[in-house]
């Protein structure tokens, strides 16, 4: 009996098959064939050269906010952020 299936391997490397006529106990060889990285778009977009990095847009944006409202910033509001939101001060 030849059964073939199309599996994902799972985390870890993993692969489950589960076929109802495998009879149990019986003795079976597993061949797995790994098929190429599909074709079609990728995952992630090339990189664009020419585009801005983004960390100027950041400080662009940053250096647009006044000063009186950086102010009102808790100083450690990085180490206490969670803190912070739970009681409602950032919005």
Do not use: C
Not at 45 to 65: H, K, M, N, Q, Y
Request: aromatic share 6%; net charge negative.
């Amino acid at each position: 009996m030849t059964i073939r299936e199309r599996v994902t391997v799972l985390p870890g490397g993993t692969i489950e098959a589960h076929h109802p006529e495998l009879p149990v106990g019986a003795e079976a060889e597993l061949v797995i064939t790994v098929d190429p990285a599909p074709s079609g778009p990728t995952r992630y977009p090339e990189l664009d050269p020419t585009a801005r990095p983004f960390w100027e847009e950041v400080l662009e944006i940053g250096a647009s906010v006044p000063m009186e409202e950086w102010e009102k910033l808790p100083t450690d509001l990085a180490k206490n952020f969670d803190h912070y939101r739970a009681i409602g001060q950032l919005q």
